[in-house]
């Protein structure tokens, strides 16, 4: 059980990092700027084009239903959304990059006069299709190719989603640092990464975390629960790297059953006060009606 002593013990252990500066990620969209960073909390609407997506609630049957539920998402307060056509789960199947560049490129082209398009992959030939198609963000899931797509991001002025990682792509399943506090060792390495993203050009950079991945010592439900639930916390504790944080927001589908669709607003309440400027939700509304009061029911 979490309880407020819990959380008063995060804030009196580290309470410092809250003064460091984190720069905002302003990212120039077709209805205005968005900032990503400290202000009201960023929500990044998910649709996806495999089938293998679990969340069936955010599968997209075709690039055009993509482009709907995109659109759909935008009016009920996303400031950013996020195009997949590979499922990360570690059972799903894989799609090449030319069947990624067909998926998603229609999809983007659809959106990207109405909305600020992030993709979501790992291939180069994915982004450069996808940004040259419109989309403003990529949502880099993978290390094998990570200085050619952090040098495309740069060619095109586009922001960097910078999920945590060792392996050459998300599909290739890999642990969680067994530590008990994993805050050191995610700021250890993102650290270098973000400098190397510097030194290529790439200037609008946000880090994820991982929350959502498949990690092979955390199929255990309880565990992975618990480990979300502190990552999501103490965000704050990642504000000496200086660039806004990224997480998506976790089912725990054993935990909440068939009131899975709920999750998504519990685990929005950890990630709120702990310091996430960008927030990947399949539940947008109910994201911005939690969020809200969160805001205005602050217990001063």
């Known amino acids: 059980m979490i309880t407020l002593a819990d959380l008063a013990a995060l804030q009196n ?8 500066p984190v720069a905002p990620v302003v990212l120039d969209g077709p209805r205005g700027p968005v900032a990503i960073g400290d202000g009201p909390l960023t929500l990044m609407g998910c649709v996806n084009l495999s089938r293998d997506s679990t969340y069936r609630e955010s599968v997209a049957t075709s690039p055009a ?15 950013v959304i996020d195009l997949g056509a590979e499922s990360s789960n570690a059972d799903a199947a894989r799609v090449s990059a030319d069947d990624q560049v067909a998926s998603l490129v229609p999809a983007v082209k659809g959106l990207a006069d109405e909305a600020i398009v992030s993709v979501e992959t790992y291939e180069p030939e994915v982004v450069r299709a996808c940004l040259d198609a419109g989309a403003r963000v990529l949502n880099m899931t993978g290390r094998q190719h990570e200085d050619e797509m952090l040098a495309l991001a740069a060619e095109y ?12 792509n998300v599909r290739e399943i890999a642990d969680v640092p067994p530590d008990a506090d994993p805050m050191p060792v995610l700021l250890d390495h993102f650290a270098p990464r973000i ?8 200037d609008k950079v946000v880090i994820d975390p991982g929350m959502g991945f498949y990690y092979g010592n955390l199929v255990d439900p309880p565990t992975r629960a618990r480990h979300q639930a502190r990552v999501l916390a103490q965000v704050f504790r990642l504000r000496p790297l200086g660039v806004p944080v990224c997480n998506a927001v976790p089912h725990s589908y054993d935990i909440f059953g068939d009131e899975f669709r709920k999750a998504e607003g519990f685990y929005g309440v950890f990630a709120a006060l702990g310091g996430t400027h960008l ?5 947008v509304p109910h994201l911005r009606t939690v969020l809200r009061g969160v805001t205005e029911l602050a217990v001063r």
């Open 65 to 79: 239903d993509a482009v709907r539920m995109g659109r759909i998402q935008v009016a009920q307060g996303a400031g």
């Open 157 to 168: 002025d586009a922001a960097v989603v910078m999920c945590f990682g060792e392996t050459a």
């Open 279 to 283: 927030l990947r939700t399949h539940e």
């Open 13 to 20: 252990d580290h309470g410092a990092a809250w003064d460091h």
């Open 195 to 202: 400098a190397q993203a510097r030194s290529l050009g790439v």
